[in-house]
């Protein structure tokens, strides 16, 4: 049984950072795509960062060159360290893995199988 467990997350002041961990158990894949995403109050989900098994990765254009996306495959952990943080990143952060390389175009859809149980994030001035 697949599981992401998620941590991390909280309330910081504009300009701060943050890193969010997401622990993957039973997820045994070595092809995957897995993906960060957020939803803020009465807004849609929207993804944020995205990587693959192959080491592509892809930010969404509101936070490329503040969040990076990363994997520790020993620990089995995905990672989104977020610097530089702004009022408009307040939102519920989820983590999600698919057992597949997904096309460039849908690393940010959310078509992903396996969820985390989400965590917020709160950044205020």
């Known amino acids: 049984q697949v599981q992401l467990v998620q941590s991390g997350g909280g309330s910081v002041q504009v300009g701060g950072s943050l890193k969010l961990s997401c622990a993957l158990s039973?997820?045994?894949?070595?092809?995957?795509?897995m993906a960060w995403f957020r939803q803020a109050p009465g807004k849609e989900r929207e993804g944020v960062a995205a990587?693959?098994?192959?080491?592509?990765?892809w930010y969404a254009r509101s936070v490329k060159g503040r969040f990076t996306i990363s994997i520790d495959n020993r620990e089995n952990t995905l990672y989104l360290e977020m610097n530089s943080l702004n009022a408009e990143d307040t939102a519920m952060y989820y983590c999600?893995?698919?057992?597949?390389?997904?096309?460039?175009?849908?690393?940010?859809?959310?078509?992903?199988?396996?969820w985390g149980q989400g965590t917020q994030v709160t950044v205020s001035s």
């Open positions: 039973g997820f045994t894949e070595t092809i995957y795509s």
């Open positions: 999600a893995a698919h057992p597949a390389i997904k096309p460039n175009y849908k690393l940010l859809s959310d078509s992903y199988d396996y």
């Open positions: 990587l693959r098994s192959d080491v592509y990765t």
